[in-house]
Nanobody, 125 residues
Framework: VQLVESGGGLVQAGGSLRLSCAAS????????MGWFRQAPGKEREYVAG????????YYEDSVKGRFTIFRDNAKNTVYLQLNTLSPEDTAVYYC???????????????????WGQGTLVTVSS
């Protein structure tokens, strides 16, 4: 599956953005989907995940209550709504997919087989 992210940009602290990840090549409902982020000089961090049907979600502790992951399988698209952003959220955000991943909790980058190119989110103070 090919993944293309969009929706990044520059936003002030406290603001919101919605990231989109459009999948093509295979039906996205066959895939567990996740969002990672990578800040300069830091490792890639798992932010959120969603099950194939959308009924289960996972969030990293620092984003719980602020970020929401959801998917529209009819549009082969997964979204990440980012609210109450802070400068610490500044990073390149990556969409990832995997057909065989069993659990969406505490996943690592190596657990996902397909990746998008990333979209930059910059939060100014």
């Amino acid at each position: 599956v090919q993944l293309v992210e969009s929706g990044g940009g520059l936003v002030q602290a406290g603001g919101s953005l919605r990231l989109s990840c459009a999948a093509s090549g295979r039906t996205s409902r066959d895939y567990v989907m996740g969002w990672f982020r990578q800040a300069p000089g830091k490792e890639r961090e798992y932010v959120a995940g969603i099950s194939r049907g959308g009924g289960s979600t996972y969030y990293e502790d620092s984003v719980k209550g602020r970020f929401t992951i959801f998917r529209d399988n009819a549009k082969n698209t997964v979204y990440l709504q980012l609210n109450t952003l802070s400068p610490e959220d500044t990073a390149v955000y990556y969409c990832a997919a995997d057909r065989f991943l069993r659990s969406i909790g505490s996943a690592r980058p190596g657990d996902f087989g397909s990746w998008g190119q990333g979209t930059l989110v910059t939060v100014s103070s």
